[in-house]
């Protein structure tokens, strides 16, 4: 790779080399059903910003989700991550009865990442079954997260992340790597937090610019500062769930494989259905249309080929010995 010096080198290789130590070879496939993209916030990065209005609006009926979780199970996922835009709409007992359908029905794990909620929300997907939660913290500099999120603060948050480790979820965290405005220190500082916060997972990846939304015409994240935030994310987390993020497959080809060489060790596969993909466009150059069974089935390939293999257990946590 062109961004190889050896500095560089040296950092991939004991990332590579912790990851191996402390979560092994094997790489976690979580598929990835982006249910709603129905949004209310206003973030300015974000192409599913209530003020696009060039996006069509959905959100999936219960059964069709359902119905797409038991295609990810019969594919033999053990976990589907269930996303959509924030949307207060949402009732909470709706999805919890979801959950508990998704985890006790077809004995699915499931990740929930449904925005910023109140701590009862949170407490009773708990309950209904869910076990980990996705709230990446997007940048731990308040000032900078002022300037990107015109209706939401920083405190709030940090909030919702202590009350989702309070609750006894595996927390998922994590940062965009060049966003505007956002200097080497603040990148620093995203590490330092999901360290303190001690993170069961960590997603990094690369701002990319999205149309019809303030920030279009800014540059996109650099793949580099991308490969070594996830390398020195390693490195202090050297438990965590390192995922190759989507982004990062934008920002390059088969980025997602490359931060597997870089501390990953875990591959979101997109299962939302073709209908709805095209419209979660929270950036742009998402879409795959990829049969699912071939997505996966090339995705095992590709990994014989690095020296590592899709793990066949749930995937939880390595940091306890029971979730
Ligand atoms: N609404 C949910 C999750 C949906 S967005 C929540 O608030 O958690 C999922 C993630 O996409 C965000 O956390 C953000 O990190 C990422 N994202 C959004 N816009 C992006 C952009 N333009 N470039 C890169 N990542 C982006």
Not at 106 to 131: F, M, N
Not at 166 to 177: A, D, F, N, P, T
Not at 288 to 315: C, F, I, N, W
């Amino acid at each position: 790779m062109e961004h190889e010096g050896p500095e560089l080198l040296y950092l991939r290789e004991a990332a590579d080399h912790v990851r191996s130590q402390h979560v092994g070879d094997e790489v976690h496939l979580r598929a990835i059903i982006e249910f709603s993209n129905v949004c209310t916030r206003s973030c300015y990065y974000c192409g599913l910003r209530r003020q696009n209005q060039t996006v069509p609006r959905y959100t999936m009926q219960e059964e069709e989700l359902l119905a797409q979780a038991g295609f990810a199970a019969e594919l033999r996922y053990r976990t589907v991550v269930l996303q959509s835009g924030e949307d207060p709409g949402l009732v909470a007992e709706d999805l919890a009865r979801v959950v508990q359908r998704v985890t006790a029905g077809l004995g699915l794990v499931v990740t929930l990442s449904v925005g910023e909620r109140q701590r009862s929300d949170y407490a009773s997907w708990y309950r209904a079954g869910a076990r980990r939660y996705l709230l990446k913290h997007e940048t731990a500099d308040p000032g900078l997260y002022r300037s990107l999120h015109p209706d939401a603060g920083w405190d709030r948050r940090r909030q919702c992340l202590l009350w989702l480790k309070e609750l006894g979820y595996q927390v998922g965290s994590g940062c965009m790597v060049g966003l505007p405005g956002q200097t080497t220190a603040m990148l620093a500082d995203d590490l330092l937090f999901m360290q303190e916060l001690d993170v069961e997972m960590a997603g990094i990846g690369p701002f990319i610019p999205s149309l019809n939304t303030p920030l279009a015409g800014e540059p996109v994240g650099s793949a580099a500062m991308t490969w070594k935030m996830v390398a020195l994310a390693r490195l202090l987390l050297p438990q965590a769930h390192l995922p190759g993020t989507t982004a990062t497959r934008v920002r390059e080809r088969d980025g997602h494989l490359e931060a597997l060489r870089w501390g990953a060790n875990v591959l979101m596969l997109n299962l939302t259905p073709p209908p709805y993909q095209d419209w979660y466009q929270i950036y742009p150059g998402r879409r795959q249309h990829v049969d699912p069974r071939t997505q996966r089935e090339l995705v095992v390939e590709r990994l014989q080929k690095m020296g590592r293999r899709a793990g066949s257990g749930p995937g939880h946590s390595v940091k306890k010995a029971t979730w």
